[in-house]
């Protein structure tokens, strides 16, 4: 798995690094076949009362990219939202990828061939 985390207007300090490593074992303890990880950290100065902090995600797994992003005061309520977002998504995605062994809906009714009236 290659792993990138950058900052924007932002240095991205051990501290940082190791809370996003720490988030995302989450991810990677739900899903396996992750490719690559790229993380931007972002500190927007809209005003000199309001600042927004922003944390974005790109994750390629085999077959899907997946983006997520996510604004808060805090970078690290932040990472937090990203990651719980990111962890939905590849949930949804392993599911989808296993749940190709349904049945149609003409087995279901029972009904062999017949068409549905």
Do not use: W
């Not at 997520?68 to 990472?79: F, P, R, V």
């Amino acid at each position: 798995m290659n792993l990138t985390i950058s900052g924007h207007h932002l240095e991205v300090t051990p501290a940082l690094r190791e809370y996003v490593l720490t988030k995302l074992d989450r991810v990677t303890r739900h899903f396996d076949q992750v490719v690559d990880v790229s993380v931007l950290l972002t500190v927007e100065k809209l005003k000199e009362k309001e600042r927004r902090q922003k944390a974005e995600v790109n994750l390629h797994v085999k077959g899907k990219d997946i983006f997520c992003e996510t604004s808060h005061e805090d970078l690290y309520a932040a990472i937090d939202e990203l990651m719980d977002k990111l962890d939905r998504q590849v949930v949804k995605h392993k599911d989808r990828l296993q749940d190709h062994h349904h049945q149609s809906p003409k087995r279901l009714n029972g009904d062999l061939g017949e068409p549905l009236s």
